[in-house]
């Protein structure tokens, strides 16, 4: 199992820019590939972004594509994910989650261990 740690969240007004961070422990950090999720109010939880073990390959969920980059640090055990020109409707709960496999071949499920989210409002 992977203890995840999210941090990074906070308010922020419409065109504004957020990184969020996700911090690793538990178990060797380059077995898993990392996916972002994120919940609104009401709404079901959603794919954002994934990136592979290595870091060679990313997948961003459509809207967010042109505005967002995952990243990761594997000497330091963390994700990022940069989030820019945010837009309101991009207010939601925001988890990192880790799945334990060999290809990258299904970034949007699989996931075992998830982190406890962090919280992005996005508001004038």
């Known amino acids: 199992q992977v203890q995840l740690v999210e941090s990074g969240g906070g308010l922020v007004q419409p065109g504004g820019s957020l990184r969020l961070s996700c911090v690793a422990s538990?178990?060797?950090?380059?077995?898993?590939?990392i996916g972002w999720f994120r919940q609104a109010p009401g709404k079901e939880r959603e794919f954002v972004a994934a990136?592979?073990?290595?870091?060679?390959?990313?997948k961003y969920e459509d809207s967010v594509k042109d505005r967002f980059t995952i990243s990761r640090d594997n000497a330091k055990n963390t994700v990022h994910l940069e989030m820019r020109s945010l837009k309101v409707e991009d207010t939601a709960v925001y988890y990192c989650?880790?799945?334990?496999?060999?290809?990258?071949?299904?970034?949007?499920?699989?996931?075992?261990?998830w982190g406890q989210g962090t919280q992005v409002t996005v508001s004038s």
């Open positions: 989650a880790a799945k334990f496999a060999i290809a990258f071949d299904a970034p949007r499920s699989g996931y075992d261990d």
């Open positions: 538990g178990r060797i950090f380059t077995n898993f590939h």
């Open positions: 990136i592979s073990r290595g870091g060679g390959s990313r």
